[in-house]
């Protein structure tokens, strides 16, 4: 079967289901003939935005979840760099094998994709994944407890100590560990001087204090040793970090606490202060 009888093939399956569907064994074909994996036009069309799996064939856990459009799912396979999911690929590929490939849902817009990709990764989890963030999707709106549903209705904080308030709505996770919340809000940031005036840190979800930390210096980003997330690509000539401690007795007059009649409109900068 040549690869443009394949990839008809691949066109009548996807308008028969919109939903989940391996692309393995199409994949399988063209590498048998020494072609690269790609869509056809036709089927880039039938797909339109889409969310993908990468599966690992020794055990069939899913390793990356992405989204894209056109042959977006094959590109990671070319990818040179030493990313965990690029270096998952090279341990796949060495041990004999080959990722699985299979798209989780399609024909979408790029907004569902986003939203469908996002509540994937939530789902499985990101800390079962290569994944360095929980999706586009996630901003504002992710995977949530009742208890932090709850936290909508907090009080306003009064604020009694110079703040930095650190946005982390990409990164949270309402089951996070001390540590995993603390390695998160303390790097890696592009911020100013400004910090240096700071006496407290407070970790941020949906504009409500989950942490208080006292700051006890800032240091270039990638100084310190994380041990729940990684440091790759981090540039430690633009970003920062700073190292702490729980501030337990303050946690009563901030934490739990509202700072978004602080934070205002929709400002992407994820670093504010409490002070001018």
Not at 42 to 47: I, R, Y
Not at 59 to 78: A, E, P, T
Request: hydrophobic share 40%; with cysteine; aromatic share 10%.
């Amino acid at each position: 079967m040549g690869a443009r009888r394949c990839w008809a093939a691949v066109a009548n399956s996807f308008r028969a289901n919109r939903g989940a569907w391996s692309l393995n064994q199409a994949v399988g074909k063209l590498r048998d003939m020494d072609a690269e994996p790609a869509f056809t036009p036709e089927v880039q069309a039938l797909l339109e935005s889409y969310v993908y799996l990468y599966i690992d064939p020794r055990d069939g856990s899913v390793f990356y979840i992405g989204k894209g459009q056109g042959n977006r799912c094959f590109s990671h396979l070319d990818e040179q760099s030493e990313s965990e999911k690029v270096r998952r690929i090279r341990e796949i590929r060495d041990s004999g094998g080959q990722p699985r490939i299979e798209i989780l849902r399609f024909a979408l817009s790029d907004d569902e994709a986003a939203l469908v990709e996002a509540a994937a990764i939530d789902l499985f989890g990101l800390e079962r994944l290569t994944n360095r963030v929980r999706g586009e999707g996630s901003r504002g709106f992710g995977r949530t407890s009742l208890a932090d549903i709850q936290l909508f209705n907090a009080p306003e904080v009064e604020f009694a100590h110079p703040a930095v308030l650190i946005t982390l709505n990409r990164m949270y996770r309402s089951d996070m560990s001390e540590l995993e919340l603390y390695e998160a809000t303390r790097a890696a940031w592009v911020i100013g001087n400004k910090r240096e005036r700071a006496r407290i840190a407070l970790a941020l979800f949906q504009g409500v204090v989950r942490e208080v930390y006292y700051i006890e210096r800032w240091l270039p980003a990638g100084t310190l040793t994380y041990v729940t997330r990684s440091t790759d690509g981090w540039d430690a000539a633009k970003r920062w970090e700073f190292e702490g401690r729980p501030a337990t007795d303050l946690r009563s007059r901030y934490k739990g606490k509202s700072v978004r009649r602080l934070l205002g409109g929709k400002s992407q900068n994820p670093i504010r202060y409490s002070f001018e």
